[in-house]
């Protein structure tokens, strides 16, 4: 986590919570057993044992997809980050969503590196131990990771598409699982599931 003199800190934070959130969804598609546990290897990050995807699409998308965020997580475009689980008929069973903000550093000094990634640790392990994770899905379900924008960006309109997956019609139950609020990034993930009042 060491700081590269030529970067902003703004820059970055967004590279860091790119590769962090790598880390996050991966541990949260692997909790969910969609996936053989073959489909994964074991690695480490800060110091804790993390799940890798193996398989090389797998890995492609998620790693390509964070990546494809970064310049917009600078730009404060993206508030949060989710990642869908559906059915066939692409009705959502549950999402687990990431809220962001890189916020802005006053200087060009980030918060010391030993307290953030202590931060991200715990976020990390807290994740691992998640009682809606650990229920584990049924293997025929979808996934997705869909980027929300606070507005559309101008540059790469044709980069992003829509998401195909029907929206609910009432206002999801919430289950917190775990924020942190440190000097630049703030992050609060939560799972969102149908109301009992959806229509099926």
């Known amino acids: 986590m060491g700081r590269k003199q030529s970067q902003s800190p703004e820059r970055e934070a967004s590279l860091l ?16 057993q969609i996936y053989p546990t073959g489909a994964f290897e074991r690695r480490r990050y800060m110091n804790l ?9 797998l890995h492609r998308y998620i790693h390509e997809s964070l990546d494809a965020m970064v310049s917009y997580f600078e730009q404060g475009l993206i ?7 559906f059915d066939n008929h692409k009705i959502p069973i ?9 916020n802005r550093v006053q200087g060009d000094r980030m918060e010391e590196d030993a307290h953030l990634e202590s931060s ?8 691992s131990q998640s009682e809606p994770l650990l229920k584990g899905s049924a293997q025929d379900l979808r996934w997705e990771i869909t980027a929300y924008f606070c507005s559309l960006p101008s540059d790469n309109k044709d980069r992003w598409i829509p998401t195909h997956t029907i929206q609910w019609q009432q206002p999801p139950l919430i289950t917190p699982i775990k924020s942190m609020n440190t000097d630049p990034l703030s992050v609060q993930l939560y799972l969102e599931h149908p109301s009992l009042l959806e229509p099926v």
């Open 17 to 32: 919570l790119a590769e962090f959130l790598q880390v996050a969804i991966t541990s949260i598609i692997f909790l969910k």
């Open 49 to 57: 044992v993390v799940h890798r995807a193996r398989h090389p699409q």
């Open 79 to 85: 508030e949060s980050v989710a990642v869908m689980f």
């Open 94 to 102: 549950e999402k687990f969503v990431f809220k962001i903000n890189v």
């Open 120 to 127: 991200l640790r715990s976020f990390l392990i807290k994740l």
